[in-house]
């Protein structure tokens, strides 16, 4: 299980690079060029909702740059209706299933993932836990960069450390 869950964070295919530069026009009103004095096409990770990129502010600051996939927000809409479809079927025609109350667990899933779709949501997250960790000098949430950041697109600081996936590096 966890392989397959490893494939979901990591091993996404990501998008076409003129896709990425649309979303980014999309949303900024303006190309990636206004926004990166250099952005790479080609992302650093691509998982199940958007992928990520390398970039540099004018600034001159590093930055990670997520975006999520083209037409994900209509794909993730589709499957939650044809879940909540199978739901009421099995709550209509399956006493021992109704116990369980799919419907209501597909409403709740339907509320955390749709949560998933807005970077916005994960951009104030980011920021409470800065503020609500800012005594703490063990821990480092990414500095957001809001000009920068919308409900597709969330741009911040980039990062070096270790995936959890690699153990040795960590025991080191």
Known sequence: ??????KLQSSTPPDNPDDVLETLQSEFGASAN????SFETKPIASASIGQVHQAVLSTGERVAVKVMHKDIEERVHRDLDLLAFLADLMEKHSPVLRQYRPAATVRHFRQTLLRELDYGYERRHLEEFAQNFRGDSTVHFPEVSPKWSTRRVLTMELLDGIPISDREALKD
């Open 1 to 6: 299980r966890s392989q397959e869950l490893t």
């Open 34 to 37: 206004k926004a990166f004095t």
